[in-house]
């Protein structure tokens, strides 16, 4: 089985031997680096790679993706805070681990779920529950060595995505930094049927390149 | 300039004193909603505040009431400090960001950007817009409000924020998530994070203009005192 992306059609094919057996929309970055003063966005780098694995992404890059989702939060009203959990059980502030605001986080929820709360878990990392790892994998051998990295760019779903499917809307996919944005549905059936097993290839075409 | 903002959040806390020209709340309980103002509790009826304002001897306060299914509605509540029998309360169809003076009425705005002022113990809602999540970092309390949006939380969301006087027709384009803006005597202090690069942007409240820039590691705790030595 091959994962094959077509960004400026916005397709993730999965191939089985000679013949496509599936196709789903899936949303990359730009064909040239965009404006955003933070990072900007970057094309989805054509390739050949290979999938690692699937994880719960956590990075300090991005404020909401500090948390991993999931997380278990201690809604804190009189203290205009919210708690989360640490590893270790430990409960730490988000207001000051994060920088945001009890009330922000209720307006994230709120645009997002409809109803101004604090939710249980943690459902605002950008990556959503897991994300899906590639490599490029320089000597063949389909294993990240110690000299291989793991792409920066990645499969994953958006919360909003998440929000959508969750409240049984219609899920509308965005176009991301550089990764590749799929929907909840679609993810978890690939996951299923071992289209991001590790060790599959994944070729990322050309941004002129049709399926 | 005066400056009446308080931080409820940290005296609910923290018990700790806050400082205002009119009144200085001093501690609180957290299991009632009440707080203390010059020694004498106020039972708020809030289950969390997290912004107030003292004009004279009225007390407002931006909170919330929370439901038994922990749903929250927008609350802004005024209080007499001399009458303690003496509350009203309001409910907004969206978050308060924050309640300041503005032509000399009490105003809040909220978290899409509308304005409201308090006459006649009714909120009207202005004409004049905000931008989504802006906080007014100082106003003199007639026509100028300085006005600080931040950039989006999300990833996916536009990462362009910036501080602008209302009146002056200075605009800056600046990106800050974790510290907001301060106005301290009459400079702008901005930790700006944008390309990843912390700095410490001093502006001119009169002009707009950058008085400095500091390149700074991480966001510091006071930005008041950050960046002098």
């Not at chain 2, 039972?43 to 004009?55: F, K, N």
Request: with cysteine.
């Amino acid at each position: 089985m091959e994962l094959h992306f077509f960004p400026s059609q916005n397709i993730l094919a999965v191939k089985d031997g000679t013949r496509y057996i599936g196709q789903y929309g899936a949303w990359g970055g730009p064909a040239s680096k965009g404006f955003d003063p933070y990072m900007a966005e970057e094309p989805t780098w054509p390739g050949v790679y290979v999938i690692h694995g699937v994880e719960k992404y956590s990075t300090p890059t991005w404020p909401l993706s500090k948390i991993k989702w999931g997380v278990r939060l201690i809604d804190m009203p009189k203290l205009d805070d919210v708690y989360y959990e640490l590893p270790s059980k430990r409960l730490a502030s988000i207001k000051k681990d994060v920088g945001i605001s009890r009330r922000e986080l209720m307006q994230l929820h709120q645009m997002y779920y409809k109803q101004m709360k604090i939710p249980p878990k943690w459902v605002f990392n950008d990556f959503g529950p897991i994300a899906i790892r590639w490599f490029k994998d320089q000597n063949g051998n389909k294993i990240l060595d110690k000299n291989e990295r793991l792409s920066g760019q990645m499969f994953h779903t958006t919360p909003q995505n998440e929000a959508e499917q969750s409240l049984g809307l219609s899920v509308n996919l965005t176009p991301s930094h550089g990764c590749i944005h799929l929907k909840p549905a679609d993810r978890d059936f690939l996951l299923g049927s071992g289209a991001f097993s590790p060790k599959t290839t994944l070729i990322v075409h050309r941004y002129d390149e049709k399926i | 300039m005066k400056k009446y903002s308080l931080w409820l959040s940290l005296i609910l806390s923290l018990g700790a004193a806050s400082s205002s020209t009119w009144a200085t709340p001093t501690s609180a309980h957290s299991r009632d909603g009440a707080i203390q103002v010059n020694g004498r509790a106020i039972h708020t009826g809030l289950q969390s505040v997290y912004e107030g304002l003292v004009v004279g001897d009225r007390l407002f306060l931006v909170g919330f009431k929370i439901a038994a299914d922990r749903v929250n509605t927008p609350q802004v509540a005024e209080f007499s400090l001399s009458d303690s029998t003496t509350r009203k309360f309001w409910k907004f169809d969206e978050i308060v960001q924050g309640v300041f003076l503005f032509n000399r009425q009490v105003t809040v705005n909220d978290v899409v950007g509308n304005v409201f002022t308090l006459r006649d113990g009714e909120w009207g809602r202005l004409e004049t817009k905000l931008p989504p999540n802006a906080t007014v970092v100082w106003t003199d309390e007639a026509e100028e409000l300085i006005v600080c949006h931040r950039s989006g939380l999300q990833k996916d969301a536009s990462h362009v924020g910036g501080c602008f006087s209302t009146t002056k027709h200075w605009d800056q384009q600046l990106f800050w998530i974790e510290k907001a803006p301060k106005v301290c005597g009459m400079s702008l202090r901005v930790f700006d994070e944008s390309a990843k690069a912390g700095m410490l942007r001093v502006f001119s409240i009169a002009t707009g203009e950058e008085l400095s820039r500091t390149k700074l590691r991480k966001p510091p705790n006071d930005l008041c005192r950050a960046g002098t030595r």
